[in-house]
């Protein structure tokens, strides 16, 4: 699911999971993006542009979530590039609840064998033994005119439709789907709807709006069962959801669900997708950017996980794990990398892949390169140490270390820094030093109000800035006052 985030100045998407969430009458699943206030420690945004090989900067965007849940960082790992070389001592260290085990490195210097430091492991996202859309088949949406009526309503339904055309045969959607079975994709001749759209929408009536439309023949009924109806809204559209406890373009940018409809007689269940028109300002992305980038999430996670309330697929539904906290569909842990689709002029989101995070790089697809000819980008990471929820007390100042770790020799160090993403706290988080590099560490340090009620939570997601040539991943944590 997808949402939207201020982060300082900066409006940012982020993604978070509705698998905890209630769904409404008629409803079998749900997924939406939520949002939340964040402060930051650092000046800047946390990331420039991913772009792919040959490809341009597009801008990216970070992430958060108005979760609470908490979790779990799992075990250290650490690997050598190239042939063997610096030998490291293995240490097993625990604290809290949990414990990690690393494996001692030490960063390359001219002359010696880079070795990738000492690192927590990326996290996995399970197969929970849902459905999974193997070949779906995508229908745009879109309306001819806005909400009172103006023709050119929504000026983006030309791109949409092509937008459509083109992820179904990408190598972005081979890259992101097929590791969870999704393995080829159609695209249905798209609808334009002529008649205006409410300018007041509930989740109830968007279903109320696509079943009337099937009923009319304005709309195909599904005679595939895995064509995703996706549904583009006007920006003058406004969405409220109780579900989801929020207003579309305030709490949400789009979600996706699976809802039971009944058309003369019959049932289907249908899995759908509404993306709204939000224009963030200071989202580093423009207009039709945000839309492009918001259904290519909404796309990845309605084929992999199509029924996340009632019989989830690919999705983290564990609430001890702090990436379920941000989202836990596969779109929704990479919720701040975009990539400019190389060859075209759409913007993408990457997405989660567990085989990619099963090393030492980024876990999201695509991977990304630069140069002629393509090499893979160095990865910049940072990542706390630290428990499944890390027990804070009120009145003091909790001290976190961070890891910092390259998948190659860099030379510069690179500049770390943590964001509130939701508190019940008012919380104002450092870091020292403000950089890091392969095998060195930082303190974050976070002072807890004296006033914190016990049970109290909060959760932050640690950053790097690393710039247009590099790689790197955000990464979550969770406290919670005793």
Request: charged share 10%; hydrophobic share 35%.
């Amino acid at each position: 699911m997808r949402a939207t985030v201020a982060m300082a100045a900066l409006a940012v998407l982020a993604g978070c999971s509705g698998s905890n969430k209630a769904g409404s009458s008629g409803s079998t699943g749900t997924s939406s993006e939520t949002a939340a206030t964040t402060t930051s420690s650092s000046s800047g945004s946390s990331t420039a542009a991913n772009t792919d090989s040959g490809s341009t900067s597009a801008g990216t965007t970070t992430s958060s979530s108005t979760s609470s849940t908490t979790g779990n960082v799992g075990s250290s790992s650490g690997s050598t590039t190239n042939t063997a070389g610096s030998s490291g001592s293995s240490t097993t260290t625990s604290t809290g609840s949990t414990s990690s085990t690393t494996t001692g490195g030490s960063s390359g210097s001219s002359g010696s064998t880079f070795v990738v430091a000492s690192h927590p492991a990326w996290t996995h996202v399970p197969d929970n033994g849902g459905p999974v859309l193997d070949a779906p088949e995508l229908l745009v949406i879109t309306f001819s005119v806005d909400a009172t009526g103006n023709d050119g309503g929504y000026p983006f339904e030309s791109d949409m439709e092509g937008l459509g055309n083109w992820i179904v045969g990408s190598t972005w959607l081979t890259s992101v789907g097929t590791e969870y079975g999704v393995n080829s994709a159609t695209a249905a001749v798209p609808v334009r709807l002529t008649n205006p759209p409410p300018a007041q929408l509930s989740d109830t009536g968007i279903r109320a709006l696509l079943e009337q439309g099937m009923t009319a023949g304005t709309i195909p009924v599904p005679d595939n069962s895995e064509r995703i109806y996706m549904l583009f809204l006007p920006a003058d559209v406004t969405v409220s959801s109780p579900s989801f406890n929020g207003t579309g373009c305030v709490d949400f940018e789009g979600y996706h669900w699976m809802a039971s409809l009944s058309v003369n007689g019959t049932s289907y269940d249908v899995p759908y997708a509404v993306i709204l028109d939000c224009n963030l300002a200071g989202a580093g992305l423009t207009e039709q950017q945000q839309i492009e980038v918001a259904a290519s999430h909404e796309f990845i996670e309605a084929s992999t996980d199509p029924s996340p309330e009632s019989n989830p697929a690919f999705e983290i539904v564990d609430n001890a794990d702090p990436w379920h906290a941000f989202g836990g569909e596969v779109a929704d842990l990479c919720v701040s990398d975009n990539m400019r689709a190389f060859g075209t002029t759409y913007t993408v989101q990457r997405s989660w892949s567990n085989t990619a995070a099963q090393g030492d790089g980024s876990p999201c697809a695509p991977a990304l390169t630069i140069g002629t000819p393509p090499s893979p980008r160095t990865f910049l990471g940072v990542a706390p140490i630290a428990p499944h929820v890390l027990t804070v007390t009120a009145g003091q100042t909790t001290n976190i270390t961070l890891e910092g770790w390259s998948t190659a020799d860099h030379i510069l160090d690179w500049p770390v820094a943590a964001t509130v993403v939701k508190s019940d706290l008012n919380l104002a988080p450092t870091v020292t030093p403000s950089s890091v590099n392969n095998g060195t560490t930082a303190t974050l340090s976070i002072p807890i109000p004296s006033n914190a009620p016990s049970g109290d939570q909060a959760l932050l997601w640690v950053y790097t800035t690393q710039g247009t040539q590099n790689d790197a991943q955000w990464w979550p944590l969770v406290l919670q006052v005793q």
